[in-house]
């Protein structure tokens, strides 16, 4: 089975610039998250879709990130314009809910972006 | 809201020998899933173990263990026999028990395994 993948790995901007981030969760996973992490912290969720309608971005800073997943598949992250606070890695997650257990989420290598 | 708290910023532990990694939530919900996570530094966050709440039975997988007191809500991870691939950020989870909901983490422990 093919893990979530993401892409780029690394990624070096300077403030101001825009930035996007892509996700390809496991085939037929309905929930795909996008945390954040900053370094030496814990991953911070930004959004959650179930399929393509987004079910939480309570913490998604809406003046400068946006996200959107077509046809309930693939997803994009874009930052614009970045801060230099927005450095930080960037992981995607997915899962797939089973009768309404929980179940594993399963994540990518994320995106390492820094901002200059 | 739910937070969880690891006190342990840094831990190390010889080769073969066990660690203990800490952990303390908070959650108003009364049915919720425990997670220890690791991350390598190739950055991909791996389950290393669950733990449903409802449940007495502390969970096992091979090496690992937990430690879930409920009263106290603590949530500590035993590693047994230690290897050095077993070098990483550990990071302690907490979700709610209703479908898909998001994992709220801790900041992290970072454990160095000594030859």
């Known amino acids: 089975e093919a893990g979530v993948a993401q892409s780029p790995r690394y990624k070096i901007i300077e403030k101001r610039q825009s930035v996007a981030f892509w996700c390809n969760p496991i085939?037929?996973?309905?929930?795909l998250y996008w945390y954040q992490q900053i370094l030496g912290q814990g991953p911070k969720l930004l959004i959650q879709f179930q399929n393509n309608g987004v079910v939480d971005d309570s913490q998604l800073p809406k003046d400068r990130f946006s996200a959107e997943r077509l046809k309930g598949v693939d997803s994009t992250l874009k930052i614009q314009p970045a801060k230099l606070e927005d450095s930080a890695v960037y992981l995607c997650?997915?899962?797939?809910?089973?009768?309404?257990?929980?179940?594993?989420?399963?994540f990518g290598q994320g995106t390492r972006l820094t901002v200059v | 809201a739910q937070t969880v708290t690891q006190s342990q910023p840094e831990m190390s532990v010889q080769e073969a020998e066990t660690v203990t990694l800490s952990c303390t939530y908070d959650?108003?919900?009364?049915?919720?899933?425990l997670f220890w996570y690791k991350q390598p530094p190739s950055r991909q966050m791996i389950l290393v173990i669950r733990?449903?709440?409802?449940?007495?039975q502390n969970a096992t997988e091979n090496r690992f263990s937990v430690n879930f007191q409920k009263a106290a809500k603590s949530f500590s991870l035993k590693i047994s026999d230690s290897q050095l691939g077993d070098t990483a950020m550990y990071f302690c989870?907490?979700?709610?028990?209703?479908?898909?909901?998001?994992?709220?983490f801790g900041k992290g422990t970072r454990l160095s395994v000594i030859a």
């Open positions: 733990q449903e709440a409802y449940k007495q």
């Open positions: 085939s037929g996973h309905a929930t």
């Open positions: 959650t108003s919900e009364n049915n919720y899933y």
């Open positions: 989870a907490v979700t709610r028990y209703s479908g898909n909901t998001p994992l709220v």
């Open positions: 997650a997915s899962s797939n809910s089973a009768g309404g257990y929980i179940t594993e989420a399963f």
